[in-house]
């Protein structure tokens, strides 16, 4: 069984007192405490060669922190989520904290039961990805009240920090690629059917059929759920139509691998009777049959930028409100050619 070190082993180690040693360890040296930079670096010398870990417990009585993080995100099955919290994973475990991961399912009710077993905790900061917070203003009450820094991704709340996917641009960029090859009947198929998911790209959608000149049709607008089972089902009811779309558009990639089978089960080829494509560039897009076009967003750029907003935060609590804008980019694969009549 092993001896668990302690600050006092460390003092011994180190030849200063026990009290130099926690106020090297904890961050307090300076001010009224003067340590000079010789002896931090001996403290922290022998802190690495005996591999003293401060207990966790009573660090936070000390300090009144927990170390604690919560990350609120909607969907488990999406590669897009879970790179981005691979991304909050990243930094968090960097500032030495621990990370305590709720995932809500897209359901209102989910996270009001999240938000509220969190306000009940002692947790540092909240990192929350919320599908249904205009339905969540008493539990969004309770944390603000409760205290601790909350940022926000894709959605606004008053006073927090906040980043965003800057869709609209790429969606722009995207819609133009496919009206170039030719394209004019282009289905967009949403996500779960709620006022605001998606807006920012429907938006994009329309304004380039505009540009182009095209009429915006709204039989070719689906709204289904977020999965691939989802995707299949709106595009099957996209190609139902007469005439059916060259073009199908999905507002995530699981949605466009859906819209892939859709076209197979036609026995439509992919891109010559039909080009699809979708958003995220999760890491299965590239290795689909055909490679899939689609608006990267790089889910561990966003993880690592809401966690660090998060840790500035909680290391200066009055600096101003923060917006960052994470951009996207176009990658053009094998699923997108040049728009033909159906037969």
Known sequence: MSIRVTQSDVARRAGVSRATVSYVITGRAGGSVQITEETRQRVLAAVAELGYQPHAAARSLRSGRTDTIALLVPDGSNPHWWAIVRGVEAVTRAQGCQLVLSITGQEAERERQSLRALAEQRIDGLILILTYAGRLAGELEALRLQGSPIVTFGHELPGKDLVTQDYGPGTREMMDHLIGLGHTRIGFIHGVARTGLGADRLF?????????????????????????????????????????????????????????????????????????????????????????????????????????LLFQRLSDPERPQQRVAIPTELVVRGSTGCGRSPN
């Open 204 to 308: 994009a959608y329309r304004r380039a059929l505009r540009a182009a000149g095209l009429p915006y049709e709204k039989q070719l607008i689906v709204q289904c759920g977020p999965n691939p089972d989802d995707g299949a089902c709106g595009a099957r009811r996209l190609l139902d139509l007469s005439p059916r779309p060259t073009a199908i558009l999905g507002v995530n990639d699981l949605m466009a691998m859906g819209a892939l089978q859709a076209a197979h089960e036609r026995g439509l080829a992919v891109p010559a009777d039909l080009s699809v494509a979708g958003f995220d560039d999760i890491d299965l897009a590239e290795h689909l049959t055909p490679p899939l076009t689609t608006l990267r967003a790089n889910g561990e750029t966003i993880g690592r930028q809401v966690a660090t």
